[in-house]
């Protein structure tokens, strides 16, 4: 069983820069897709970036130019690098691992609380 743990969470100010770590431990199986969600109190959990096994990467646009998500495979580590924060940026910051084959086995982190003032 795959278990993830996030880190990297605090507060800043508007404007500044946090960087998020992702770590699995346990075999992750292949063609699996790591992402970063996000989410607020009285709404959905919403999709950040993911990265593909292959590297390809997805953004959502209100992050887009302003996050950067990688992984190091040999490690089994995910990052989210996020610049320029804004205040709606504000949320618990959620790790995921999924396969399209078996989505039923989607793994998430316990999450980290990121918390932007303006």
């Known amino acids: 069983q795959v278990q993830l743990v996030e880190s990297g969470g605090g507060l800043v100010q508007a404007g500044g820069s946090l960087g998020l770590s992702c770590v699995a431990s346990?075999?992750?199986?292949?063609?699996?897709?790591m992402g970063w969600y996000r989410q607020v109190p009285g709404k959905q959990r919403e999709l950040v970036a993911t990265v593909s096994s292959g590297g390809t990467t997805n953004y959502a646009d209100s992050v887009e130019d302003r996050f950067t998500i990688s992984r190091d495979n040999r490690k089994n580590t995910i990052y989210l690098q996020m610049d320029n924060l804004k205040p709606e940026d504000t949320a618990v910051y959620y790790c995921n691992a999924r396969r399209a084959v078996t989505p039923q086995l989607t793994v998430w982190g316990e999450g980290t609380q990121v918390t932007v003032s303006s």
């Open positions: 346990g075999r992750l199986p292949g063609a699996t897709t």
